[in-house]
DNA sequence: TGTGAAATAGTTCATTT
DNA sequence: AAATGAACTATTTCACA
């Protein structure tokens, strides 16, 4: 990865559908360069995915909540993690470093929403010790952006 | 927000790249009609943006954390989230319930990048009581999919 | 708001440097 | 690896429903 490669991410961070050319006005490149290099960087991974970031509230997922989950045994997480990727309200599954073993971002309509989620979806499961809910009250910045460095 | 528009979002979503007469082809309409709809989408706000999805790891940001903030007094908010917003690092910062003020998303480097970030850049700003860091080992999943309501 | 067709604009590919 | 220009596609605009 390059510095042509740092700044046509940095550019499609901001802007994906952004046509070729300008993007390779941009960064000083002809259009087939800059297109060939975004395949590239999309082969190799760098490159996840091109999406649409969508307001969650006015999507009508007003409710955002951390929650910490501790599970009993190594033979729950199996299970726990399919579930997780089931979820659509489950936007993000980390595994953590003490006390808890996993933390999640809950995405969905209002507590009654939340509710059901954390006691009947993931607490119906086997091996659930305990979950420790965060609610949150405003969300002052969120971003996809990253700090770019030379990668790998 | 008509189930139109829901099907727009949900393509979207997954790839914003697409071109207009293909998600047209999609849900049915013709491509000037799903052009129009994007554009009032993102008037309306409901669409924010259009982004690449970086892999933080192959970007050169191998450690995620969570950080929870307490803050001493409402004066010291202004300076704090004006901080938040200028750190890069920064990924997420939202204002939550319970014993602490903020949780942050933090993405760098390595640990002694961490460090930086939350005992010089952050600890450096007056009023700030205490800070909590839980570190991720392993990320399961990560998504900037929602589950999309009815709206409003 | 939606459609279809014409005009405009962008992308891709073969070739050259 | 990248630029160029021609062939191929896609998007936008506009008249009309």
Redesign the pocket.
């Given at each position: 990865m390059?510095s042509?490669d740092m700044k046509i991410i940095e550019v499609l961070m901001d802007n994906s559908r952004?046509?070729?050319?300008?993007?390779?006005a941009q960064i000083?490149?002809?259009?087939?360069?800059?297109?060939?290099?975004v395949?590239r960087l999309q082969e190799q991974g760098i490159i996840k995915k091109f999406g649409a970031l969508i307001d969650a509230d006015l999507a009508g997922c007003e409710l955002t909540a951390f929650v910490a989950v501790s599970l009993a045994r190594p033979e729950h997480r199996g299970p726990f993690l399919q579930l997780m990727n089931s979820l659509a309200e489950i936007q993000e599954c980390h595994h953590i470093a003490g006390e808890d073993d996993y933390l999640l971002k809950i995405r969905c309509r209002n507590t009654k929403d939340l509710d059901r989620v954390i006691s009947h979806e993931i607490k119906g499961l086997e091996g659930i010790i305990r979950t420790k809910t965060t609610i949150v009250m405003d969300t002052a910045k969120e971003t996809t952006r990253l700090p770019i460095h030379k990668g790998r």
């Amino acid at each position: 990865m390059d510095s042509f490669d740092m700044k046509i991410i940095e550019v499609l961070m901001d802007n994906s559908r952004i046509k070729w050319a300008d993007l390779a006005a941009q960064i000083g490149l002809s259009a087939p360069a800059a297109a060939e290099r975004v395949s590239r960087l999309q082969e190799q991974g760098i490159i996840k995915k091109f999406g649409a970031l969508i307001d969650a509230d006015l999507a009508g997922c007003e409710l955002t909540a951390f929650v910490a989950v501790s599970l009993a045994r190594p033979e729950h997480r199996g299970p726990f993690l399919q579930l997780m990727n089931s979820l659509a309200e489950i936007q993000e599954c980390h595994h953590i470093a003490g006390e808890d073993d996993y933390l999640l971002k809950i995405r969905c309509r209002n507590t009654k929403d939340l509710d059901r989620v954390i006691s009947h979806e993931i607490k119906g499961l086997e091996g659930i010790i305990r979950t420790k809910t965060t609610i949150v009250m405003d969300t002052a910045k969120e971003t996809t952006r990253l700090p770019i460095h030379k990668g790998r």
